[in-house]
């Protein structure tokens, strides 16, 4: 083939190691674990919370198999890669990664109480940069210790947020990704909004020993994406690079999460499911893909509570 390397599949039942494969990958990623309850935090209070979650998307693990995870290793050890239907593949597999990724999910948080039914925080996700708020709309707002009136167990609060998260998108430094990402020389960045709707029924007055929450989400995302290969043709001629491409697509989920402690320390457990359609993405050589899927995600939260002492 002239020094040319033509990309082919040979299906294997090797789906499993690729999907292992990106179980492993961790990357930033805008967080998306819902552990607030519906009650914000109390005028001049803080919480510092740090929480672990797991991003379980059906859009990059429907991309991958064992076939795809050889032919990007062949790939990466060749000087000049004829442009084929796994040369698209490929490149769709990045985009799902990047739109919805598998992988490992943490991120420590601040927040604070600014006025009697508003809150603010800011979330660090090791690289993803969050910042958020929440109003409360039902429910009183006083503390454990000067409980408001009509605080009793099973009291109910309900609240709305407003989140947003921007960052650099990338594909990760392990050897499936790794292999694509020096073919395709694949670059993106994203900034996401998310809204959560959060009812919740106090354990104790005002959320003392805790409290059980859901709620519906709404997320919107901006994706800005492109590639630029430098060995993969067409025959003779090179295949001409991808200039920036700029998508948006919407999200819709639920979530429930489970508040226990005492005052100033508790565990959170939650899950979150999403639904979401990607939509239409091109890609190099005047190809293009569509891509969907649902996202669960379960996660585990702890949280401190620190009073205002001074009240």
Same mark, same amino acid.
């Given at each position: 083939?002239?020094?040319?390397?033509?990309?082919?599949?040979?299906?294997?039942?090797?789906?499993?190691? +690729?999907? $292992?494969?990106?179980?492993?990958?961790?990357?930033?990623?805008?967080?998306?674990?819902?552990?607030?309850?519906? %009650?914000?935090?109390?005028?001049?209070?803080?919480?510092?919370?740090?929480?672990?979650?797991?991003?379980?998307?059906?859009?990059?693990?429907?991309?991958?198999?064992?076939?795809?995870?050889?032919?990007?290793?062949?790939?990466?050890?060749?000087?000049?890669?004829?442009?084929?239907?796994?040369?698209?593949?490929?490149?769709?597999? $990045?985009?799902?990664?990047?739109?919805?990724?598998?992988?490992?999910?943490?991120?420590?948080?601040?927040?604070?109480?600014?006025?009697?039914?508003?809150?603010?925080?800011? %979330?660090?996700?090791?690289?993803?940069?969050?910042?958020?708020?929440?109003?409360?709309?039902?429910?009183?707002?006083?503390?454990?210790?000067?409980?408001? +009136?009509?605080?009793?167990?099973?009291?109910?609060?309900?609240?709305?947020?407003?989140?947003?998260?921007?960052?650099?998108?990338?594909?990760?430094?392990?050897?499936?990704?790794?292999? =694509?990402?020096?073919?395709?020389?694949?670059?993106?960045?994203?900034?996401?909004?998310?809204?959560?709707?959060?009812?919740?029924?106090?354990?104790?007055?005002?959320?003392?020993?805790?409290? @059980?929450?859901?709620?519906?989400?709404?997320?919107?995302?901006?994706?800005?994406?492109?590639? +630029?290969?430098?060995?993969?043709?067409?025959?003779?001629?090179?295949?001409?690079?991808?200039?920036?491409? %700029?998508?948006?697509?919407?999200?819709?989920?639920?979530?429930?999460?489970?508040?226990?402690?005492?005052?100033?320390?508790?565990? @959170?457990?939650?899950?979150?499911?999403?639904?979401?359609?990607?939509?239409?993405?091109?890609?190099?050589?005047?190809?293009?893909?569509?891509?969907?899927?649902?996202?669960?995600?379960?996660?585990?939260?702890?949280?401190?509570? =620190?009073?205002?002492?001074? %009240?």
């Amino acid at each position: 083939m002239n020094g040319i390397f033509s990309l082919r599949f040979s299906r294997r039942p090797a789906g499993f190691l +690729a999907a $292992a494969t990106l179980l492993l990958a961790t990357s930033c990623s805008a967080p998306r674990a819902i552990v607030a309850t519906g %009650k914000v935090t109390p005028q001049g209070e803080f919480r510092v919370g740090y929480n672990q979650g797991f991003n379980v998307a059906s859009a990059p693990l429907s991309k991958v198999g064992g076939a795809l995870k050889e032919a990007a290793d062949q790939a990466a050890s060749q000087e000049k890669v004829d442009y084929t239907e796994t040369t698209t593949q490929l490149q769709a597999a $990045a985009l799902a990664y990047v739109l919805d990724p598998v992988q490992p999910t943490a991120d420590l948080s601040i927040r604070y109480g600014i006025i009697p039914r508003l809150d603010a925080g800011y %979330k660090y996700a090791f690289g993803s940069h969050v910042f958020d708020t929440q109003f409360q709309l039902l429910g009183p707002t006083g503390t454990p210790e000067n409980p408001g +009136a009509g605080a009793t167990t099973g009291t109910t609060y309900a609240s709305i947020g407003l989140q947003f998260a921007t960052q650099r998108a990338k594909l990760p430094s392990i050897p499936f990704l790794a292999d =694509i990402n020096s073919v395709l020389n694949f670059r993106a960045t994203r900034n996401d909004l998310l809204v959560p709707l959060t009812f919740s029924n106090s354990f104790g007055p005002e959320e003392e020993i805790g409290a @059980i929450s859901y709620g519906l989400v709404y997320a919107h995302s901006f994706v800005s994406y492109g590639f +630029a290969p430098d060995k993969i043709f067409n025959g003779s001629v090179k295949v001409p690079e991808l200039t920036l491409q %700029k998508r948006n697509f919407s999200s819709f989920g639920g979530f429930v999460n489970l508040k226990l402690g005492y005052r100033y320390f508790y565990v @959170i457990p939650a899950v979150s499911v999403f639904y979401q359609n990607y939509g239409n993405y091109a890609l190099l050589n005047g190809q293009s893909t569509s891509l969907s899927g649902v996202t669960v995600v379960p996660s585990l939260g702890f949280q401190l509570r =620190i009073p205002n002492f001074t %009240k």
